[in-house]
């Protein structure tokens, strides 16, 4: 049987010619694809593949709002931002230092109680748990220092409304949207925790210069953020965002940043994470992925 244009797509996706599966997905989605039409229209809003379009790509969303829930959805919570033709937002987004060493920046309601449900509910069926390589064997095994479940909104799954949000994120961040890797989604239900550890990583050629994390929910019990060095613990109301650095101007990491999520005692502590990189990161425009699903690195605390 031959491969549908779909199946070309992800293929060529999967195999990191970007560009070609743009164009094979801008082909299914004429031939009446929706799947590819959805994807199409991603790429299109966040640029990846080929020019960016905000405008075009808030269109092709409210066609297929349309018939598709979902894209109605993200279509509703796009209409409900204050946003420029490009999709950033009209005014950018002011926090307080809240810590010196390590910078810790606290934004509060950075996201609307309406957008941090959904971030949750688009999140849920993707959720895996967390995992990493056996530098030995080279198999997947449970990470030992966190105890969560997480997915990332890798550019095939980087809708719109997300878009939009991670723009948002970098406005707050002063930093350019392409800087950070994926949007990332966490759950930690009771006893998850994240133990000590730091965002950046000595070597890293791009380093991890900031992190920002999202409070999406609230009703648990524990899962605060501490920075043991600073003697600074946190728990933001949902929508409350941090951001801190992670490495000094060299790009070394900073031994101040190194931080924690503390176990939740009771219900699910919700977050939303992302991380950014000195310089545009890769993948992110050339992602390892598939149109099916992601492939998220690990999350923070």
Not at 29 to 47: D, H, K, Y
Not at 139 to 165: C, K
Not at 223 to 229: H, K, L, R, V, Y
Not at 269 to 296: D, M, N
Request: proline share 9%; aromatic share 6%.
């Amino acid at each position: 049987m031959d491969a549908t244009l779909f199946d070309q797509a992800a293929e060529a996706l999967s195999g990191g010619d970007v560009v070609g599966a743009r164009s094979l997905l801008e082909r299914a989605a004429a031939e009446g694809e929706r799947r590819a039409a959805v994807i199409a229209t991603n790429f299109l809003a966040s640029g990846v593949g080929g020019p960016r379009d905000w405008r075009a790509a808030v269109a092709r969303l409210a066609v297929l709002a349309r018939d598709v829930p979902r894209c109605a959805r993200e279509l509703a919570l796009i209409e409900a931002m204050r946003l420029t033709d490009h999709g950033d937002p009209v005014e950018r987004p002011t926090g307080e230092v809240v810590c010196g060493t390590p910078r810790v920046t606290l934004f509060r309601a950075l996201l609307t109680p309406a957008e941090c449900r959904y971030l949750a509910e688009a999140a849920l069926p993707m959720l895996e748990p967390a995992l990493v390589v056996d530098p030995q064997t080279g198999e997947q095994r449970p990470d030992p220092i966190r105890t969560a479940d997480s997915m990332g909104f890798t550019a095939p799954l980087e809708n719109p409304a997300v878009h939009a949000l991670n723009r948002r994120m970098a406005a707050a961040s002063g930093t350019a949207p392409g800087q950070a890797e994926p949007l990332q989604v966490l759950r930690y239900r009771p006893g998850g925790e994240y133990r000590f550890h730091h965002d950046a990583l000595p070597g890293l050629e791009n380093q991890r210069v900031m992190t920002m994390l999202v409070w999406l929910n609230d009703g648990y019990r524990g899962g605060e953020t501490a920075f043991p060095s600073a003697k600074v613990v946190m728990r933001g109301a949902p929508g409350d965002a941090i951001l801190f650095a992670n490495a000094d101007a060299d790009g070394r990491p900073d031994p101040a940043a190194g931080h924690a999520g503390r176990p939740v005692a009771a219900g699910e502590k919700w977050l939303a994470s992302r991380w950014i990189r000195a310089r545009p990161y890769s993948e992110e425009r050339s992602p390892a992925t598939t149109v099916s699903g992601p492939a998220a690195p690990g999350p923070a605390a």
